[in-house]
């Protein structure tokens, strides 16, 4: 192989390597939304550590001006909140990862209750007057599953205070 190739080559993979997976192959379809995380990312990570898990880089963005609190694309219709540097909420709007029970977007609101039965603390949507927060909770972490009154729009699992946080890090 000659020099001009060898070089070529060496270029074509530093740059794959720094280039975010897809989110197809980020994380396994099995991968299950949990009051730990969601499949190998879980509540607490760094970003770096969030990135070893999901397989792709993640860039912070956004959140309170003196950096406490931002926000990261971690697949396909995913999104993660950090505090300091910890991972500390995901937000799932993708029907392709559940919980353990089988719950994911697209779920009725009744399949919730029969699901988690006695479990589910409801409370009203800030914004939608016919929308729910159906909350399974576990010690200071949540599982909780934003509704418009009918079906499930968004899975968020996270520890508090950050999980209760209606407008993420605004």
């Known amino acids: 192989m000659n020099r001009k190739a060898l070089a070529l080559n ?13 989110s ?3 994380l396994p379809r099995d991968a299950r939304i949990t009051t730990a995380g969601l499949g190998a990312i879980k509540i607490g990570m760094t ?3 969030v990135e070893r898990a999901g397989h792709r880089r993640i860039t912070l963005r956004g959140g309170a001006g003196d950096g406490s ?5 971690l697949g396909d219709k995913i999104h993660g909140l950090f505090t300091g540097d910890r991972l500390a909420r995901i937000y799932v709007r993708s029907r392709r990862y559940a919980t353990r029970s089988g719950i994911r977007v697209g779920a009725s609101e009744a399949d919730v209750y029969k699901t988690y039965p ?3 603390v409801a409370r009203q949507h800030a914004y939608n007057l016919a929308g ?7 010690g200071n972490r949540k599982v909780v599953f934003e509704t418009d009154g009918r079906r499930v729009v968004q899975i968020s699992t996270g520890r508090r205070p ?9």
């Open 47 to 49: 970003e770096r550590q």
């Open 24 to 26: 197809a192959t980020a």
């Open 118 to 120: 006695g479990d589910v």
């Open 69 to 73: 609190c931002r926000t990261a694309t």
């Open 10 to 22: 060496v270029l074509a993979v530093t740059v794959a390597a720094w280039l975010p997976a897809s």
């Open 162 to 170: 950050e999980i209760d946080y209606v407008e993420g890090c605004a």
């Open 132 to 138: 729910h927060y159906l909350e399974i909770r576990d």
